[in-house]
């Protein structure tokens, strides 16, 4: 499916030609906004968003022409190596970044080393914490974290409510100690108004100077980077 211009409006598709080459800040924040998809290589998006005829080798420089960042969950199942890391940074402006995903906590100083090809392109390295409530597993894994990148924890067990996580952010979580947020947006579709309520909730942040990285679900159609360029568009 073609996404046309009624999907949200003709402002949305006028923005859609920018070059994202410095990470688009709102000018009428101080914080950044990095939104994105979560993966980008996917051929079911031609040609909504990618060109009918593009080669699938070009599908990371084409998307980083349009689009701040994007959410590598290929990385928790299998970690590339270094060369890969560094041929997606090569692929992208400055300014891009990647949110990485770890396969798993007991693998901390491997991945970081791996990942830090990606060098100035790197950005959050999200953990998925399946298990449930562990204050002492949880001390020992914030040690264990380089303070030089930036860590979010992604609980998937109800009972880490509230727990203190320092410099580390939790996805999707607003409020926090960490210089950052991220947010996994997994509900689609996404009305403009549920978009424009999530601008709201946002901006407070960028005003503080708070980065937030905020990622669309993948679907087979091209939904999660036009909903990611809207939001840009609504900060």
Known sequence: ???????????????????????????RATGRLYAGASGFSYASWKPGFYPPGAPQKDF?????????????NTTGYRLPPEEQFQRWAD???????????MPHPNRVAVFTERVRALADKL?????????AR????????????????????DFRHE???????GRAAVVNALDGTASFRYVRLREPP?????????AARL?????????????????????????????LELI
């Open 91 to 101: 692929e992208t402006p400055g300014g891009f970044r990647f949110a990485v995903k």
């Open 134 to 153: 562990d204050d002492t597993f949880l001390d020992r894994l914030l040690d264990s974290l380089d303070p030089g990148l930036l860590w979010a924890l």
């Open 1 to 27: 499916m073609t996404l046309s211009a009624p999907f949200f409006g003709d402002s949305v598709f006028r923005g859609r030609d920018r070059r994202y080459l410095d990470g688009l800040t709102a000018s």
């Open 159 to 165: 009972s880490w409510s509230g727990a203190e996580t």
């Open 60 to 72: 990371l420089r084409l998307y980083a022409q349009r689009l701040p960042s994007v959410e590598l």
């Open 203 to 231: 901006a407070p942040l960028l005003a503080d100077g708070v980065e937030v990285y905020a990622y669309f679900k993948h679907e087979d159609e091209p939904t999660a980077p036009v909903y990611a360029e809207r939001l």
């Open 123 to 131: 950005g959050p390295v999200r953990i998925v914490v399946q298990q």
């Open 190 to 198: 996404y009305s403009d108004r549920a978009l424009r309520d999530w």
